[in-house]
Structure formats: C-alpha cells, structure tokens
C-alpha cells in the first residue's frame, strides 16, 4: 500500500491558520490523496481530497506540490472544535477499495 | 438519522464469548468496510463488501473473525471466542458508488469492544 508521512503532533492557536503536511514520495499517476479528520470518541470524517489541482470546500483546503510527492491540508481559522487526529490517505487507482490509515497528526488548538 | 449507525455502542464480553457488532450503512450505499481501532492507533482495514459480496477480508485477523451482509444493506460482524487482544473500537463506514477512489467514505461512531 502507498505510504504517506505526517508528523506526529501539532499545535495552533484558535483563530489561526493551520498547515498539516503530508510526505507521500511513492505516489503514482492516478492515485488520489485523501483527508479524514477523527474527533474524540468519533468515527473518521472525510475532509478533502484532490488528484494534481489545488482544492477548496467549505471545511479545508487542500494544496498538493507540482510532482505530487507533498500536500497540505490547510484550516484557513482553527477553531477548538478542529482538534482531532487529521489522516493523510493516498487511494491506490488500481482497483483497490480500502482506506489504508497511518498514525495521523494529532492537531491541538490552543483557546 | 442519515449517517452510518452501529450498535451497540459499547459491549463488555467476558474472555471466550460470542459477540455480534450491527452496521446500518447509508441507505442506497453500495460499499460496506469493517476497521478496528486500537487505542491509540489509526483505524486498521478488516473487511469490505460490494452489496452482498464480500471481495477483501484480507483484514481479518483470524478465523474467530467473520462478516456478513446477506442482503447487501445492514452488516453484522461476528466475533467467537473473543480474546483480550480484540478489545478495540470496530468502525463501519459506506460509500455510495463501486468506483472507490475517488469515493468518500462515512464513517459510523464505532462500538467499544471491552473483553475481560
């Protein structure tokens, strides 16, 4: 399965902007890369997810490098209820069906 | 409600008991997927069907461990013998087309697996 690295842990204020990166160096021409965000005591929530182009939807944004090997998820004003543990997910475009979760960055957003 | 519901929420089962986990994916939603959850870990892959047809339980730690989804809708996943070490949250999450992808999944809030 493609592997995606994240870092363990980050903190931001409220009310500010937040970058979680994502290291996704073996990703191929038709695989997607996917955001879920896990709140406490929650199931996984879809965020994002983009193919080569830049993305926006009412949650994030979703900025991937021009050879793909790098993304960003962006939160353009944190609030409290933004903490969570935020997955960075590649889709294999080969017929593969799953999600296939690493360890996540647990994001802290300091009142 | 229109999310992924699961039930029970939580179940404590004594070490070497029978539990039965229930998913009601959204209505209409083809694919069907079964995570487990340990503390502190991302969700792990266990099982995926596409309506009735179960094409990956690859996941799927054991033999104690088996899904079913009869009539492609509600889902229900079986534990026997139940052992410490499946002590984990089980997820249920469903998307609605066969192309996954470029899919996104919903995921249901899990139910607590406690064996003693």
């Known amino acids: 399965d493609a592997k995606t690295t994240q870092p363990n842990s980050m903190e931001s204020n409220e009310e500010e902007p937040v970058h979680l990166p994502c290291n996704h160096s073996?990703?191929?021409?038709?695989?997607?890369i996917h955001w879920y965000r896990q709140l406490p005591s929650q199931g996984p929530e879809y965020v994002i997810h983009?193919?080569?182009s830049n993305v926006n939807n009412r949650m994030a944004s979703l900025a991937i490098a021009e050879d793909r090997k790098s993304s960003t998820l962006i939160l353009h004003r944190a609030t409290l209820r933004d903490a969570a543990v935020y997955y960075c997910?590649?889709?294999?475009?080969?017929?593969?069906?799953?999600?296939?979760f690493g360890q996540g960055t647990r994001l802290t957003i300091n009142p | 409600g229109a999310g992924v519901s699961q039930s029970p929420r939580y179940k404590v089962a004594k070490r070497g008991q029978d539990v039965a986990l229930r998913c009601d994916p959204i209505?209409?939603?083809?694919?069907l997927f079964w995570y487990q959850q340990a503390l502190g870990q991302g969700p792990e892959f266990l099982t995926y069907?596409?309506?009735?047809?179960?094409?990956?339980k690859s996941g799927l730690p054991s033999d104690r461990f088996f899904a079913e989804r009869p009539e492609g809708s509600v889902s229900t996943l079986k534990i026997q013998r139940t052992q410490q070490e499946d002590s984990a949250v089980y997820l249920c999450?469903?998307?609605?087309?066969?192309?996954?992808?470029?899919?996104?999944?919903?995921f249901g809030s899990g139910t607590q697996l406690s064996v003693l």
């Open positions: 069907f596409q309506n009735e047809a179960q094409l990956d």
């Open positions: 999450a469903s998307s609605l087309a066969y192309s996954a992808t470029n899919e996104k999944l919903f």
């Open positions: 073996t990703i191929s021409g038709t695989d997607y």
């Open positions: 997910i590649l889709r294999v475009g080969r017929g593969a069906q799953k999600l296939v």
């Open positions: 983009g193919l080569t």
């Open positions: 209505s209409g939603h083809v694919s």
